[in-house]
């Protein structure tokens, strides 16, 4: 697979940038596009991912939903927290810009999407979460999954990449570059994290439709 449809274009938070990611999202199923946040922003949301691990207060993730819900580090490493607006002026710029890209695809896709739901996520070294899709199997609303990287100076060996398993296309893999972001359609996309040989924190979300 070639890798036309990514780019290194700045500003991609912008109306440019809004019109790559649905272009590539409607073309392919995913996106992935370099410098969606400023470096100033991806570094205070970093500091305060970094801040939540070191306090203790992230929360090892789970996975499914209702009775089903449970811990399984094996399955899925991360350790979450759950992003509330007015939590820190970071914070509540991220959720701003993602309101902007919401409204930029209900517009360019007739998604209908009504709500953004968004965690810090903290991988530590060796941690990964295994093959799976975002819809939970009793609750469709997750259409559109965002993960936007923090992680200064990533380099191709500390590993950590998103491997997106595209239906009949093989894999494609996005290194957790800071600043930059992946997006996919939740039902379709097969994916998983692979282990790194540091820390990687993101910020993991999913805009959902009401069902
Ligand atoms: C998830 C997930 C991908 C990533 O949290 O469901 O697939 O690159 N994250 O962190
Ligand atoms: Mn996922």
Do not use: K
Request: proline share 3%.
């Amino acid at each position: 697979m070639n890798r036309t449809h990514s780019s290194a274009h700045s500003d991609a938070s912008g109306d440019e940038g809004h019109r790559r990611i649905l272009d590539a999202l409607h073309d392919h199923g995913w996106s992935e596009q370099d410098n969606f946040l400023s470096p100033e922003l991806t570094l205070s949301l970093a500091l305060e991912c970094a801040a939540l691990a070191a306090a203790g207060t992230l929360a090892l993730a789970q996975i499914s939903q209702g009775a089903a819900r449970s811990l399984q580090p094996n399955v899925r490493g991360d350790r979450i927290h759950w992003l509330e607006a007015g939590q820190s002026e970071a914070c509540d710029s991220y959720l701003a810009i993602m309101e902007t890209l919401r409204i930029a695809l209900n517009r360019g896709l007739f998604l209908g999407l009504e709500e953004y739901e968004s965690h810090f996520a903290f991988y530590a070294p060796g941690d990964s979460y295994l093959q799976h899709r975002d819809q939970f199997r009793h609750d469709d609303s997750r259409t559109v999954s965002v993960v936007v990287y923090l992680n200064a100076d990533w380099l191709p060996e500390h590993g950590g990449e998103l491997r997106l398993h595209p239906e009949g296309l093989g894999i494609w893999d996005i290194s957790p570059v800071g600043s930059r972001i992946a997006v996919f359609l939740s039902a379709d996309m097969l994916h998983e994290v692979l282990p790194a040989t540091r820390d990687r924190l993101s910020l993991t979300g999913w805009f959902r439709r009401r069902t």
